[in-house]
Nanobody, 119 residues
Framework: QVQLVESGGGLAQAGGSLRLSCAASGRTFSPYAMGWFRQAPGKEREFVAVIAWSVGSTYYASSVKGRFTISRDNAKNTVYLQMNDLKPEDTAAYYC????????????WGQGTQVTVSS
């Protein structure tokens, strides 16, 4: 079973940027699509972005489209989330996971990485 470790979170000001990383151990991501999700306090976990395994096609939640970019390095078994123009409503714990064709999470959740955006 794959173990996922998220990193790169922290405190940022509104308009700032952060880059999150998700590294896998135990097995490779192949051939799964990978997704980022987030959970704000008191809210359910929500989808943020997904990237396919082979051609790298991507899809984003409307709330982050144009500001966030998901990418992956299959050789390093790592997926990234570049977050630009951050807003206070982006404050949440961010998680990555293997996802199905319908972007549903498939694996066990990691510990996540906290992103806090101040206004």
């Amino acid at each position: 079973q794959v173990q996922l470790v998220e990193s790169g979170g922290g405190l940022a000001q509104a308009g700032g940027s952060l880059r999150l990383s998700c590294a896998a151990s135990g097995r490779t991501f192949s051939p799964y699509a990978m997704g980022w999700f987030r959970q704000a306090p008191g809210k359910e976990r929500e989808f943020v972005a997904v990237i396919a395994w082979s051609v790298g096609s991507t899809y984003y939640a409307s709330s982050v489209k144009g500001r966030f970019t998901i990418s992956r390095d299959n050789a390093k078994n790592t997926v990234y989330l570049q977050m630009n123009d951050l807003k206070p409503e982006d404050t949440a714990a961010y998680y990555c996971n293997l996802v199905s064709a319908s972007s549903q999470p498939l694996g066990a959740w990691g510990q996540g990485t906290q992103v806090t955006v101040s206004s």
